[in-house]
């Protein structure tokens, strides 16, 4: 059995920014579904929300998925801050390295991405949609 796990992140009003942002920054395909798309007001979304994301796919490869949605005014509660976490090999840093570069747009930092006390390279930020990302690239392999 093949198990995925994918980060699901809500917004009020922004999914569809925030996602088209997500991918310029990671490529991949993106498929959006709006409120209108599967029926507006009759599931109880008010006029001023019927254009928002439902559920969006950001596909950027077989392991890596991101999700989000709008939170529409009728469903009870907020949306909640998301933190993603994003980890690669030293093989991939090039492409991490581009990621956090396009994630950092915008972004509040709340540490550059540099060396760790444990060897790797960590960084932590808050992109402008308010989802916090956290970046681990290992460091090289010790030596046998």
Do not use: C, K
């Not at 917004?11 to 507006?40: C, I, K, N, P």
């Not at 492409?95 to 509040?108: E, I, M, N, P």
């Amino acid at each position: 059995m093949t198990a995925y796990l994918s980060p699901y992140i809500n917004w009020r009003g922004q999914a569809r920014e925030a996602m088209e942002f997500y991918h310029s920054v990671f490529g991949g395909q993106l498929d959006v579904m709006t409120f209108a798309d599967m029926g507006g007001t009759a599931m109880g979304v008010a006029e001023a929300e019927v254009d928002w994301v439902m559920h969006s796919a950001l596909t950027v490869s077989d392991s890596f998925v991101l999700m989000g949605a709008d939170h529409p005014g009728h469903v009870p509660g907020e949306p909640v801050p998301a933190q993603v976490s994003l980890a690669g090999a030293a093989e991939d840093e090039d492409t991490l390295r581009g990621w956090w570069a396009g994630l950092s747009d915008g972004a509040t930092i709340h540490e550059e991405l540099s060396q760790a006390p444990w060897g790797d390279t960590f960084g932590m930020l808050v992109d402008r949609f308010g989802t916090n990302w956290l970046m681990n690239i290992s460091g090289p392999a010790p030596a046998e």
